[in-house]
C-alpha cells in the first residue's frame, strides 16, 4: 500500500478544473458505455481520445512536480464524476461496475506509430493508474463496485446461498451497512457522495431488518404449524432464507440474546440496564465515581472464570487511566464520550498502535461471538454518540482481512453477524421482544 497523502482540500489547477468540467459535459449527454470508452481511452490505454485539449490537460496535471503524491485524488474525482450521476438512476448502476473493472484490466495493444507518438505520456498514464490500484481510493471503489453486484444478484435472485463463506471477507461488505460510511467514503470524498452512501446505508439496514422480520415470521409460523399437527401446510409455506451467515440454531440464540424485553424469570434486557445505569448516574457524583460505576457495570456481563485471568485487572487499569486527571470533576458529555469511545481501543482495536486487537480475540475465544457483542453493546447503550467509533474500530479490522477468505476469518464474520443484529434490535426499527418468553 503506497504511503497516505493528505488531501487537505487542496485547490485544483486550471488544468484539473478543464478535465472534471469536460467530463461533467460528458457524463450529461452520452450513454455510460461511451463514458466507459472514454475513461479507458483516457486513463487506462493513455492513447486514442478523441479530445486533443484534454489530453494535453492531462499530459500537464502529469507532469505537475510531486504528482504521484495526489494524483490518486484527481483520478477518483473523475471516477465519481461518472458514479455519482449513475448511482442516480438505477439502469445505469451497472456501469460502476464496469469502471472499476477497467483498472483491473491490461490497456489495450497499441500501434508502433500511436507508441511512438505518446510514448513518454503513455507510460506515466499507465503507471498511474497501477498505483492508483494501491490506494484507499481504488479499495472504497472496489467496495461500492461489490456492493452493488451483490443488491443486483439479489434483484436478480442469483445471489449465492447464505451459508457459502468460500469467498473473500471484503465482498460481503453489502451484508454489514454500519461500515458503509467508513468503508466507501475517503478523505476526499465529496459531499454528493457521502449522500449517496448514507442513503445506501438506510435501504440497507431497512431491507435487513425486514428480511429478518420475515424470517423470524416463517420460522413461528412452522413451529406454530407443527405443534398443531398441521405438517402439509408446513410444506405450502413459502420458504423465506435465512438472512444472515449464522446457521439458524446461531441466529436463534442471537435474536433471543438480543431481544430481551420485561418479563418475570427473563434476564433484563440490554436497554433496560444501560437505562438503569444512566437513572442512578443522575444522582450525581464525579468523573472517578463513573468511572467506578462504568467498570461494575460492564463486568457485570463478562464470565467470572475468565475475568479473574487478566481481563478484570486490563478492564480496571485501562478504565481508570483515561483522564486521570479530570477524576475529581463533574461527568460532562465530552468525558462520557471519550471515555466509552476509548473503551473500544481496548474492547475491539486500537488504531493508534497498529490495528492492536489481541484482546478482542481473546474475548471471542472465551466468552463467544455473541457474548462479546453484547459486552460491546453494553457499552454503546450507555453513550449511543460512539457509534461512529464503533463503526470505525470494526471497519479496521474489516479492511486489515478484506482480502483473506471468510471461512479462515469465521470468528470475525459472526461477530460482524451478530452486530448487526443487535444494533437492528437496539438501535434500529426491528421489534422482536416477544421473542423473549418463547
Known amino acids: 500500500m503506497k504511503t497516505k497523502a493528505t488531501y487537505n482540500h487542496r485547490v485544483s489547477t486550471a488544468d484539473e478544473e478543464f478535465l472534471y468540467n469536460h467530463l461533467l459535459g460528458c457524463v450529461g449527454s452520452e450513454t455510460p458505455e461511451v463514458l466507459v470508452e472514454r475513461f479507458q481511452s483516457l486513463f487506462i490505454d493513455g492513447f486514442g481520445y478523441p479530445d486533443r485539449e484534454v489530453i494535453v490537460a492531462l499530459d500537464n496535471i502529469l ?74 481510493q481504488y479499495l472504497a471503489l472496489r467496495r461500492l463496485a461489490c456492493i452493488i453486484e451483490a443488491r443486483q444478484s439479489a434483484k436478480a435472485k442469483t445471489a449465492a446461498p447464505a451459508t457459502n463463506l468460500t469467498v473473500p471477507l471484503g465482498t460481503l461488505i453489502n451484508r454489514y451497512p454500519y461500515l458503509y460510511e467508513h468503508c466507501l467514503v475517503t478523505e476526499d470524498s465529496d459531499p454528493q457522495h457521502q449522500k449517496i452512501v448514507r442513503a445506501m446505508q438506510v435501504e440497507a439496514q431497512h431491507q435487513f431488518e425486514v428480511d429478518l422480520s420475515y424470517y423470524v415470521t416463517y420460522r413461528m409460523r412452522q413451529r406454530q404449524l407443527y405443534r398443531l399437527g398441521q405438517t402439509q401446510a408446513i410444506d405450502r409455506l413459502r420458504v423465506i432464507q435465512n438472512p444472515t451467515l449464522l446457521n439458524d440454531r446461531e441466529l436463534v440464540t442471537s435474536l433471543k440474546q438480543f431481544a430481551r424485553h420485561r418479563d418475570i424469570g427473563q434476564p433484563p434486557s440490554y436497554r433496560d440496564t444501560a437505562q438503569r445505569f ?95 457483542t453484547g459486552l460491546l453493546l453494553r457499552v454503546l447503550l450507555v453513550c449511543q454518540k460512539v457509534k461512529p467509533f464503533l463503526d470505525r474500530r470494526f471497519s479496521i479490522l474489516f479492511n486489515h482481512y478484506e482480502t483473506a477468505s471468510s471461512d479462515a476469518v469465521d470468528w470475525l464474520v459472526k461477530v460482524l453477524e451478530n452486530v448487526n443484529i443487535a444494533l437492528s434490535l437496539n438501535l434500529g426499527t426491528l421489534d422482536l421482544s416477544h421473542l423473549g418468553s418463547r
Open 63 to 136: 507532469a505537475y512536480p510531486d504528482i504521484e503524491e495526489y494524483f490518486r485524488f484527481i483520478l477518483n474525482r473523475c471516477c465519481h464524476i461518472l458514479i455519482n450521476r449513475w448511482q442516480t438512476h438505477p439502469q445505469f448502476q451497472s456501469a460502476i461496475l464496469n469502471l472499476v473493472n477497467l483498472f483491473d484490466t491490461n490497456p489495450t495493444p497499441t500501434s508502433r506509430v500511436a507508441e511512438m507518438a505518446r510514448s513518454r505520456s503513455m507510460r506515466r498514464i499507465r503507471q498511474a493508474a497501477k498505483e492508483f490500484r494501491e490506494t484507499e
Open 278 to 372: 444512566l437513572t442512578n448516574q443522575i444522582q450525581g457524583g464525579n468523573f472517578r465515581d463513573f468511572k467506578a460505576d462504568l467498570f461494575d457495570y460492564i463486568m457485570a456481563d463478562v464470565d467470572a472464570g475468565y475475568a479473574r485471568r487478566q481481563f478484570k485487572s486490563l478492564l480496571h487499569d485501562h478504565l481508570f487511566s483515561t483522564f486521570s486527571d479530570s477524576d475529581n470533576k463533574p461527568v460532562d458529555d465530552f468525558l462520557r464520550v471519550r471515555t466509552c469511545s476509548n473503551l473500544f481501543n481496548l474492547l475491539v482495536v486500537d488504531p493508534s498502535v497498529g490495528k492492536q486487537h489481541y484482546v478482542f480475540i481473546d474475548l471471542i475465544n472465551n466468552l463467544g461471538p455473541i457474548n462479546t
